[in-house]
């Protein structure tokens, strides 16, 4: 009835039970926010883009040839990062020898072989906190475990192990997607055929999901080089002079010694740590076109 | 055939087969297959022990190092107390201020991170041209692969000159500069994670908005939004646990004095940084000074993972799901 009445009263325009579309107001509130939100889309890029010019800035003039080639020294002229940048190549290789093959075994185990029971449900749920336990706090497991209980000392071993722990989650986590997306076509074929659960995994599933196991191998790994604080606790601290040269050598990694150098004042010292830093990135930058040029391999073989 | 006569035919074969013809006794190799099989299998199922035995060794470092702490430390003082000056005498051990400063920066953080992470989500998710994210995506994933030593580094000799213009009593180690990089850095994982749960709600709920005459805008704030609640919650929750747990941001850029202070302008010293410039000086095996590592691991270890399960718990409980 008051509907009908305020229909035909324009005056009475304040009725809260008639729909008012406003429709021009709410398409200009809704451009409005379209354009805040693409400015927070962009927020992060610029932020980005800063960094990097920030960085190439301050640093780009401290990379020479020398620069890659010297040990650390306390005359800025003269310092380098080639101690840590061969640590950081050994820290790599030996965390992906460990982390790839327990990685990607566990992920097997866990999709392939695994009794759909509440064990299997409790390791998963493991794995997933395991990815959210700060990396400070592998570097306290790796310290008391490595470098004191199993006596490895302040050495490459104890800190790639840690690394290896540390990924450990995401190279499984990634494994089990890429494992989980093969067709179980494939394997009842296989089966079919009179194959074996591990001749079936070996010769058809596993080559089916390595591009996408590898990609997120690198991907770890990437984090795992770019990783300081649990290489702190592990030792790998201060002023190296000399690249490792075995699994029980001290060590640096290139974090620690853009570390190493951002805490002193001076300003050369900053400049290194700009510099070290750009090294870092160029060494992740090409990690990750690795993995993706592996990727795209695999993808066209198939 | 019954087996002895198998083992029959293979034997009265292996006179009359020349060796390197090729053929193999297929008993044996059925018998070798199956060893193969269980071999495999117990190996990788020893693979699957790792993870829950670093669980199990992170848990039992934490607790039989700090179990001696606190032989020495009352719990209460360490939970309850409001000074940590382990390096002074007095020594006194309160965490709180260690706790506060991680929660300090972690909450600016997070006030930098969430909202900017939702608006992007809600562009990319329900804007963007798929060309347009396809690109934007990944470049914003950039964000969350830059080592933090190098965003540490760009937050003490960037951001801080900065912050030291607009407000001339800022110290060179700060919280702000901090939080402000470390907001950055999780923009990525709100984003992302956001982004693809909003990507998950079906396209009929909405057209059945459009339907009704909503614009764009309100379809996403008030039915994607909505819909994909938990997982954004979720995304939340983990970006604060992880800037809780971030490293060495806090080492490099905030300082490391402990304090109650809420000022975002001073120095701070986060539960991380103190683990990570403790274990750089030569705290000797057994001291009580090592010993706190472990301790102020262990409140770090139950935040992050309190923090951890409860996301989790979220996005199984109170997901909305859809066919």
Do not use: C
């Not at chain 1, 009725?15 to 939100?37: K, N, Q, T």
């Amino acid at each position: 009835m008051s509907a009908q009445a305020t229909a035909r009263h324009p005056s009475a325009q304040r009725d809260p039970s008639r729909f008012e579309p406003r429709i021009s107001r709410r398409h200009h509130v809704g451009s409005i926010a379209m354009v805040l939100f693409l400015a927070a889309t962009l927020v992060g890029l610029v932020f980005l883009v800063i960094l990097l010019v920030d960085i190439w800035h301050d640093g780009a003039h401290r990379l020479t040839a020398d620069f890659l080639r010297n040990p650390p020294s306390r005359l800025t002229s003269r310092a380098g990062i080639w101690p840590a940048l061969v640590g950081s190549v050994w820290v790599l290789v030996l965390t992906a020898v460990v982390a790839f093959p327990l990685g990607v075994g566990t992920a097997i185990w866990l999709e392939e072989y695994a009794p759909n029971n509440r064990l299997t449900g409790i390791i998963e749920a493991n794995i997933a906190n395991l990815a959210g336990v700060p990396s400070i706090v592998y570097g306290i497991l790796g310290l008391a475990v490595f470098v004191r209980a199993l006596a490895m000392g302040r050495s490459v071993i104890a800190g790639a192990l840690t690394l290896a722990l540390l990924i450990l989650p995401v190279v499984i986590i990634a494994s089990q997607e890429a494992i989980r997306a093969v067709p179980n076509s494939m394997r009842l074929g296989s089966y079919a055929l009179g194959a074996t659960r591990w001749e079936t995994i070996r010769h058809h599933v596993l080559p089916h999901a390595m591009p996408g196991i590898l990609t997120g191998t690198i991907l770890a790994l990437s984090r795992a080089v770019g990783e300081a604080a649990p290489l702190l606790l592990v030792g790998a601290v201060g002023f190296v002079q000399f690249a490792p040269r075995g699994l029980q050598d001290a060590f640096t990694v290139i974090p620690i010694q853009i570390f190493n150098w951002t805490s002193r004042p001076q300003a050369e010292f900053q400049e290194l740590a700009a510099a070290g830093s750009i090294v870092l990135l160029v060494l992740l930058l090409a990690m990750n076109a690795v993995a993706i040029l592996l990727r795209n391999r695999y993808a066209k073989r198939r | 055939m019954t087996p002895e006569q198998r083992s029959d035919s293979a034997a009265l074969l292996r006179g009359v087969v020349p060796p390197g013809s090729g053929y193999r006794d297929p008993d044996a190799l059925r018998r070798r297959r199956k060893a193969r099989e269980r071999f495999v299998g117990a190996v990788l199922s020893g693979f699957s022990a790792i993870s829950i035995l670093t669980t199990v060794g992170i848990v039992l470092v934490l607790v039989i190092e700090a179990a001696s702490f606190f032989t020495h430390v009352s719990v209460i003082d360490f939970l309850f107390g409001t000074k940590w000056m382990p390096l002074f005498r007095p020594q006194s051990f309160g965490v709180l201020p260690l706790l506060m400063g991680s929660l300090l920066v972690a909450a600016g953080a997070a006030v930098v991170a969430l909202p900017i992470g939702l608006a992007s989500a809600i562009y990319l998710s329900e804007y963007a041209h798929p060309r347009v994210r396809a690109v934007v995506k990944p470049a914003l994933e950039v964000l969350a692969g830059v080592p933090t030593v190098v965003y540490g580094y760009f937050a003490l000799t960037f951001v801080t000159p900065l912050l030291r213009q607009i407000w001339p009593e800022t110290d060179i180690f700060n919280g702000a500069s901090a939080a402000i990089v470390m907001g950055i850095m999780i923009i990525p994982l709100v984003s992302s994670l956001s982004e693809d749960a909003m990507s998950a709600v079906p396209r009929s709920l909405r057209e059945g908005a459009y339907a009704l005459g909503a614009t764009r805008f309100e379809v996403a704030t008030r039915t994607v939004v909505p819909a994909a609640l938990s997982g954004i919650v979720a995304s939340f929750i983990l970006a604060i646990s992880r800037a809780i747990g971030e490293t060495m941001i806090v080492t490099i850029a905030a300082g490391a004095t402990p304090s109650m202070s809420l000022n975002p302008l001073k120095a701070v010293q986060t539960m991380t940084a103190y683990i990570a410039q403790t274990s750089m000086g030569e705290a000797a095996h057994g001291s009580i000074e090592y010993q706190t590592i472990f301790a102020v691991g262990m409140t770090l270890f139950a935040v992050t993972l309190l923090m951890n399960v409860i996301s989790i718990q979220v996005l199984k409980r109170y997901r909305e799901v859809y066919e």
